[in-house]
């Protein structure tokens, strides 16, 4: 069955550097997300992508966040200058069309110390 | 604005007894509703789905979710649980009809089983 694939699984930084997630939704997929999930919370919408650009985006996805698909199968989100506060677990996501449902990747735990 | 309610946080249910987990949603249309499931350490997987039709939707595993209108709910049952059915459980709730599915999760039901 199709994945989405997320690497690294687990990625630890220091405050103020720069992270990069990497994600490889499924090849036929159209659609693209960001989520994320603080520890103990519920899952947050962050972005989605469409057609090489910004469908939409929550408020927490600020300036400090980019996201891009560099080459037709990776879909990357950037975090320019990591806070304490960005430390989750983060959910790439992708679906074929509008009422498929989404499917996810396995995430990446992000740890800021 | 698009919201939904687990209102259980923890629900604990001997194996091969029945479950059914709540969820209300509240939306301004008719909206389509998922189920997700997430085991420790593990990503979410869609149990089902419901857009439109039969208002008793059957997913994997064995679950199923009956959509009622009157009472903006959308719970998830099983008939008889399992040992791996151990698990945390999201409800979600998404627009209708555009182009851009933007869920919105419950705080999720975490399920424990036992013997």
């Known amino acids: 069955e199709p994945e989405v694939t997320q690497t690294p699984s687990h990625q630890v930084t220091q405050m103020g550097q720069e992270v990069i997630l990497r994600c490889v939704p499924i090849?036929?997929?159209?659609?693209f997300y960001w989520y994320r999930q603080i520890l103990g919370q519920k899952v947050e919408f962050l972005v989605s992508f469409y057609n090489n650009e910004i469908s939409e985006k929550s408020e927490i996805f600020d300036d400090q966040f980019s996201v891009e698909r560099p080459d037709g199968s990776n879909f990357t989100l950037k975090i320019r200058s990591t806070k304490l506060e960005d430390s989750a677990m983060y959910f790439c996501?992708?679906?074929?069309?509008?009422?498929?449902?989404?499917?996810f990747g396995s995430g990446t735990r992000l740890t800021v110390v | 604005a698009q919201s939904v309610t687990q209102p259980d946080i923890h629900i604990t249910v001997s194996e091969g007894a029945s479950l059914e987990l709540r969820c209300n949603y509240s939306y301004g249309a008719t909206p389509y509703l998922f189920w997700y499931v997430q085991s420790p350490g593990q990503g979410l997987q869609l149990l089902l789905k419901y857009f439109s039709g039969d208002t008793l939707v059957q997913g994997i595993k064995g679950f199923e979710a009956e959509f009622k209108r009157s009472q903006s709910s959308f719970n998830l049952r099983k008939p008889s649980v399992h040992w791996s059915d151990a698990a945390e459980y999201f409800c979600?709730?998404?627009?209708?009809?555009?182009?851009?599915?933007?869920?919105?999760f419950g705080t999720g039901t975490r399920l424990t089983i036992i013997p």
């Open positions: 996501a992708s679906s074929i069309r509008q009422g498929s449902g989404y499917t």
């Open positions: 979600a709730v998404g627009p209708l009809g555009e182009g851009n599915e933007k869920l919105t």
């Open positions: 090849s036929n997929h159209l659609y």
